[in-house]
């Protein structure tokens, strides 16, 4: 009997793991590019780390968190975002000692306990970036553009930016009195979960994602009326960042986002070509976090992008890579010199192959051709005998006599590149 995987989970194969990698690449140049460096946390914390940092209001620690008791008696929970942890790691290492503003970036996956849909997993994969210590709003736009030039740099379009102010705490305690009075009239019309959110979170109503719920916040008030001098003008001051880098969004009252530690700019990046899970990046602001987790006051601002959403807008956009070379041997003369030739080759930097299945020569080049060798050389005695071979570029057909014992892998690269 066989075992399936486990639900909301996916096996990435050769098919795609290709395009992950030409992704993740490109991820890394570009942080590398902005100054940001690779910080590694653990898959799991203990549970406090999600419900201080994430808070405990929230979908992601109320439904969706994998918590257990490990055998040491400690409640544990598997990363359902990235943040958190990297807040506890900044805090506990204390890289606030270092050059400010601390620029750090991950890949990583999470786990959500969520109904798995299209672009929705249980177990799925999260580039993230934090910044701290810095407040200006110079800053939010810097964040911002750094997703912007990753998807701009993949060649993904149709994707908005959607930007809006959740304003500071004190913004929000009259917004949410005003809000609540909105949705307190409207009760009836709202779904089960969103009656729960009412008192507790009614901020969270903004981001729900069902039709009727969408439709009575139409006219829900906005936060953008809401907002004190100050925050206003940190929002006025990054949309024109924004503009001066030549980065065009729009301000959605409705993005409020699903995590509680944000606070005046948030953002994401929307995509109408995914279906209804569109969100392939959010993010913003939260300054308060470092203090929730225990920590001395310290700025931060950063964005998750999801990165199977982001896999299902990028298509075919990248070539999987291919076999360079594939060395067919007749003889038993020929398969040693081959299997030497070949890691001869792939010490100098070529991908090569050769055959280990005891084939037919007829069988090695029907291998070679399934799976899609760029060239291909014979050897058999009299090769060996003239140290020399013909590479045959196997799409135009086009025949090369290359010298055997002092071949490089430049030569192969531009035999099969000359054509
Ligand atoms: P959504 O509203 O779609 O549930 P979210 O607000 O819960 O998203 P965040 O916690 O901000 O999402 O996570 C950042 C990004 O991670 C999302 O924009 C999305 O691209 C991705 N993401 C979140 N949850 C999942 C999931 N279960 N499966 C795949 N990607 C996810
Ligand atoms: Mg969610």
Redesign the pocket.
Known sequence: MTVSAPK?TADILPDESYKWQYVERKIRDICSRFGFCEIRTPVFEHTEVFERGVGDAT??VTK?MYTFEDKGGRSITLR??GTAGVVRAYLENGLFNGAMPVKLYYLIN?F?Y?K?QK????Q???F?VELFGATSPETDALIISLPHMLLCELGIKDIELKINSIGCRGCRAEYRRALTEYFESRKDKLCPTCNERLYKNPMRIL?C?SEICRSVCKDAPRITDYLCSDCRDHFEKVKAALEGLGIAYTVDSSIV???DYYNRTVF??VSGDIGA???????GRYDGLTEQLGGAPCAGIG????????MLLLGNKTDRPVTQLYVAAVGERAKAYSAGLAHRLMKDGASVEYDVMNRSLKAQLKYADKIGARSCIVIGDSELDNKKAVLKNMKSGRQTEIPLDDITAAQIEEAIENE
Not at 119 to 122: A, D, I, N, S, Y
């Open positions: 909301g979908d992601v969706e359902p975002e999470c959500r969520e798995p672009g929705r997993l249980r799925f994969s999260q993230g981001d994602k986002r699903g995590l994401e990046f899970q569109g969100t392939v990046c959010g993010g964005f998750a992008m999801g990165l199977e959403r982001l």
